[in-house]
């Protein structure tokens, strides 16, 4: 009955390889979202994506890509794979109904990655 | 940047309260602060949100100064599940558009 269950829990990779990771909630949540935890431990948020609208980090690299076959499901395509993103990425999903400051997040249980 | 601060570590004995306390001296009028945990290997837990009031629920309490500028998360009884990082967080609009900002938070380890 996990929540927000997100897979594979661990993948490993070569360089320049395209992977991607699934995330599905159960909440019937309409928004949902992907972090990324870096070596350092901070958290932040690469996209934010309802039926409606992405928002994407800038700081983001677009070989990073969400997609969405249907509201309950936000999966991560990353393309040409570097070092650097290695990581461990946390899908995530909340209400979603505008603004709102109840908006608690529900995160999945997360996803190392590691680019040899 | 997170506009929080946190003491990056702290020991409390099992089953007594464990504080953990945040300052975050420039927040704004409609910021409300935000505590979430993230144990070992999970993804972050929300625990516990407020904007001026002290607020409890089942998981927690939190202790707001009267100047907003600082705040405290009580644990009334830790266990050894509480072991996790504590992450101190201010927003205006929560979850919502991926507002909240992660900072290094605090270490709890709880200890028999």
């Known amino acids: 009955d996990t929540a927000v269950s997100q897979t594979p829990k661990y993948l490993v990779t070569q360089m320049g390889n395209d992977k991607s990771i699934k995330c599905e909630q159960n909440?019937?949540?309409?928004?949902m979202y992907w972090y990324k935890q870096d070596s350092k431990k901070f958290l932040k948020i690469m996209f934010s994506y309802n039926n409606k609208e992405l928002i994407i980090n800038e700081t983001v690299p677009n070989r990073f890509s969400p997609k969405s076959p249907d509201k309950a499901h936000l999966n991560l395509h990353i393309n040409s794979l570097e070092l650097g993103d290695s990581a461990v990425y946390f899908c995530?999903?909340?209400?979603?109904?505008?603004?709102?400051?109840?908006?608690?997040?529900?995160f999945g249980s997360g996803t190392q990655l590691s680019v040899l | 940047d997170a506009k929080t601060t946190q003491p990056p570590s702290m020991d409390c004995a099992e089953g007594r309260a464990a504080n953990l306390p945040c300052n975050h001296s420039?927040?704004?009028?409609?910021?409300?602060v935000y505590w979430y945990r993230q144990i070992h290997s999970q993804g972050p837990q929300y625990i516990i949100h407020g904007l001026k009031n002290n607020e409890t629920n089942e998981m927690a309490s939190l202790i707001i100064t009267e100047d907003r500028k600082s705040s405290t998360l009580i644990l009334p009884h830790a266990t050894l599940r509480d072991t996790a990082v504590y992450y101190c967080?201010?927003?205006?609009?929560?979850?919502?558009?991926?507002?909240?900002?992660f900072g290094k938070g605090t270490k709890l380890s709880v200890k028999p």
């Open positions: 995530a999903s909340s209400h979603g109904q505008g603004a709102a400051v109840n908006e608690k997040l529900f």
């Open positions: 967080i201010v927003s205006q609009y929560g979850g919502s558009q991926g507002n909240l900002i």
């Open positions: 420039t927040i704004s009028g409609n910021e409300y």
């Open positions: 909440l019937g949540h309409d928004t």
